[in-house]
Nanobody
Framework: QVQFVESGGGLVEPGQSLRLSCTAS????????MTWWRRAPGKEREVVAS????????YYADSVKGRFTIARVNAENTVYLEMRNLNVNDTAVYYC???????????WGQGTQVIVSA
């Protein structure tokens, strides 16, 4: 069974940093691209960043470019999201998922809450 377990969220002040982690199981992690998503209060879920293999080109939403870094460690079945210079607009529940959403890969994890507030 495909599972994603996100962690590392918390309450921080504007300008501070957080590092999110997502550990996946139930599939061959290295075979799939990984994406971080977020859902802010009252908004639709949106893509934040994605990565294929280690060292491959990455994608970032315009709103996080230059502040967030996505990385993966295949040996740990884990994808990370390093978030710097956080602002109130980054407040959201953050989720990770494979880039593939076909049969068996439709479920989401519980997410990890990030709150940026002065």
């Amino acid at each position: 069974q495909v599972q994603f377990v996100e962690s590392g969220g918390g309450l921080v002040e504007p300008g501070q940093s957080l590092r999110l982690s997502c550990t996946a199981s139930g599939f061959i992690f290295s075979d799939y691209s990984m994406t971080w998503w977020r859902r802010a209060p009252g908004k639709e879920r949106e893509v934040v960043a994605s990565i294929t293999g280690p060292g491959d080109p990455t994608y970032y939403a315009d709103s996080v470019k230059g502040r967030f870094t996505i990385a993966r460690v295949n040996a740990e079945n884990t994808v990370y999201l390093e978030m710097r210079n956080l602002n109130v607009n980054d407040t959201a529940v953050y989720y990770c998922k494979t880039g593939y959403s076909g049969p068996g890969f439709a479920s989401w994890g519980q997410g990890t809450q990030v709150i940026v507030s002065a």
